[in-house]
């Protein structure tokens, strides 16, 4: 496991290996949403259907899906979250995700408020963004670190220098878990600006947050950050031994890994990410400059992936509605059948 491994863990796709689901998911439009609301009230395959009706509900059904903000299952919490990044109806959905994105009422709660921050992030793109914005300045100054932390990567993400900011502060807070999301949080976010600070980290108590030092640095960096990256890795990995040694004589794994994140990260495949990513910057520079010119934006706009509305961070889930009149592929009846086919199962 990496710090890359561990974003890419957060875009798991819910539909994965559910085929009727994903056709649903795929097919269904908002003639669909009555169906999908009373499939999600009879409360099978909840969550992937709260996730469908997102993406394609009229935006009155953005109250029914807020009704499950405080279910008990975290995965349909989560789940809410995600849909009320998707439905249009910012008044309803945007006071509902700093709830969720603010919640510490269970262990398993930092998925849902990370979804709630990726929601938040795609609602503040929008032109009509200002709103979530400030939302999200305010939760700056909450007490909760990790709420503190969440919102300034959102604020961030959605290009407001102030979450920028609070990130490269919190990368000294004393809580190490704060100063590993935001590390992670520059990391993702290239943050040249942050060099300095997450320089700094290389030399942290926690293994952890070294090791997103590394992963951030990497993407920062060039081909001449190599030496100072084997360097922080060689000594983190001699810290690592030590720490190691400690738990043989006795002391808890639980606690190490606590503490100081021992186990949490493979440092040598960190290392030769880091080293991959900043090989590659020069390329990336390049392009740049190509792309400061009108011929150069287009070529790279064409090479631009489309992405869709995500669980997570980064799978892309979703079609346009309608997209089948188009295409030609069938509409309304697959869906039908699609879910004739869902209930008659279940």
Excluded at 48 to 74: C, H, M, Q, S, W
Excluded at 134 to 155: F, H, I, K, P, Y
Excluded at 181 to 188: D, K, N, R, S
Excluded at 214 to 222: C, E, K, N, P, S
């Amino acid at each position: 496991m990496t710090p890359a491994d561990r974003l890419a863990a957060r875009a798991a796709d819910p539909f994965c290996a559910r085929g009727v689901l994903g056709a649903i998911h795929e097919l269904a439009d908002s003639t669909h949403s009555n169906a999908l609301a009373n499939l999600i009230t009879a409360g099978t395959f909840r969550p992937e259907l709260l996730i469908t009706l997102g993406k394609v509900g009229l935006p009155r059904y953005a109250n029914f899906i807020g009704r499950y903000k405080d279910d008990a299952g975290a995965e349909v919490r989560q789940a809410v979250a995600t849909a009320l990044g998707l439905i249009d109806n910012v008044t309803v959905a945007l006071p509902a995700l700093v709830h969720l994105l603010a919640a510490r009422t269970a262990a398993d709660e930092f998925p849902v408020r990370w979804e709630a921050s990726e929601s938040l992030i795609r609602i503040a793109k929008r032109k009509d963004g200002d709103g979530a914005r400030r939302r999200l300045a305010e939760l700056l100054s909450e007490r909760d670190a990790m709420t503190v932390t969440l919102g300034a990567r959102a604020l961030a993400a959605a290009g407001d220098a102030r979450g920028v900011q609070k990130l490269r502060d919190l990368t000294t807070h004393a809580d190490a878990r704060v100063r590993e999301e935001a590390t992670l949080a520059l990391g993702a976010l290239a943050d040249v600006g942050g060099r300095e600070a997450l320089g700094r980290r290389l030399q942290d108590v926690s293994l952890a947050v070294r090791a997103t030092a590394v992963y951030a640095l990497g993407r920062i960096g060039d081909a001449s950050m190599a030496a100072t990256l084997r360097a922080a890795v060689q000594q983190a990995l001699a810290y690592e031994q030590a720490l190691e040694q400690r738990k043989q004589r006795g002391e808890p794994e639980a606690a190490l890994r606590a503490q100081y994140g021992l186990g949490d990260y493979d440092l040598r495949e960190t290392l030769q990410q880091a080293l991959d990513d900043a090989g590659r910057r020069p390329l990336r520079a390049s392009r740049r400059r190509r792309a400061r010119s009108g011929a150069g934006r287009a070529r790279l706009a064409d090479r631009r992936p489309s992405r869709g509305p995500r669980w997570g961070m980064g799978v892309a889930l979703v079609t346009p509605r309608n997209e089948h009149r188009r295409t030609g592929e069938p509409g309304a009846a697959a869906v039908g059948g699609a879910v004739n086919q869902f209930r008659e199962n279940h």
